[in-house]
């Protein structure tokens, strides 16, 4: 598995490299140079801290559910296999992050299928604050509304279908009719357990808030750095354009979203009066 997931990370990376490439060569590489050198280079520890916010708060939530679901790991084990999945963020839709099941089995034997639901449920609570607040600025700006309403709504479904004793059920029935499917019986009912906790009525409102709050660390970043090229643009917008790039990239399924959260980014920053000078 670990070769694999080695394999598939030197992958990510030099999609990302040529990614980057292709964005230097398409914007003039001079004129990438020219705008680091405008750059205030003193905003990089609020910058740096904003985004350590972020790491912090998404470490929150790893704890949380971990207690939800009353898996028992020491703090250090728990931020050592926490900081461990980071490093799989540049994967389709951040699922490489599994990682942190497989290793959180090497430690205190429990089962992948038992807190592989974790990740999905980060994922899910991301995804919802993010929507929703792409859904909010859509309506106050006019812009992406049917988009982002799409988004919302096949996120409403997912959460119904992995909560829902009745469709589980069915699932299952449907599954002990299939001869391969039959052994892994045991390992749906843990994901189906370890879900329906995590995403239950209290847990998601709450953690959907905390991801709200985390990717708007990040948000105000980029309001910070787009401001410091005198781009007119104020915070509110910030925030939505950063929200709406972001689920744009994860909805692609490319690793990390490479290129089209930034080109989105780009787009929305251009159709909005910033220089692409």
């Known amino acids: 598995m670990l070769k694999l997931l080695h394999k598939k990370i030197l992958l990510s990376i030099a999609l990302a490299a040529i990614i980057y490439l292709a964005f230097i060569i398409y914007a003039d590489y001079q004129k990438i140079i ?21 790491y912090f708060t998404r470490f929150l939530k790893w704890q949380y559910y971990l207690k939800l679901i009353k898996v028992s ?52 609570t991301d995804f919802l604050a993010l929507t929703l607040l792409s859904v909010l600025g859509a309506h106050y700006f006019n812009y992406g509304k049917i988009i982002a309403i799409v988004i919302l709504g096949v996120i409403l479904i997912g959460i119904i279908i992995l909560t829902n004793r009745k469709i589980f059920e069915i699932i299952i029935r449907f599954a002990l009719k299939i001869n391969f499917m039959e052994k892994h019986v045991l390992k749906m009912q843990n994901i189906y357990d370890s879900s329906s906790t995590l995403l239950s009525f209290f847990p998601l409102m709450t953690m959907t808030a905390l991801s709200a709050f985390s990717w708007g660390l990040e948000g105000i970043g980029y ?55």
């Open 223 to 277: 309001y910070i750095v787009i401001s410091n090229f005198n781009s007119g643009f104020n915070l509110i917008w910030s925030l939505f354009s950063y929200s709406f790039a972001t689920i744009v990239g994860a909805v692609s399924m490319l690793p990390g979203g490479l290129g089209v959260t930034e080109g989105s980014l780009t787009l929305m920053s251009v159709q909005q009066g910033l220089s692409q000078n």
């Open 34 to 54: 020219l705008s680091f050198s405008r750059f205030n280079w003193w905003l990089m520890p609020v910058l740096l801290f904003l985004s350590l916010g972020n």
């Open 73 to 124: 790991l020491k703090m250090l084990d728990s931020l050592a296999i926490f900081l461990s999945g980071l490093v799989m963020s540049v994967t389709p839709g951040k699922m490489g992050e599994l990682l942190k099941s497989y290793l959180v089995k090497q430690v205190n034997s429990t089962p992948v299928s038992k807190t592989a639901p974790i990740i999905f449920a980060e994922r899910i």
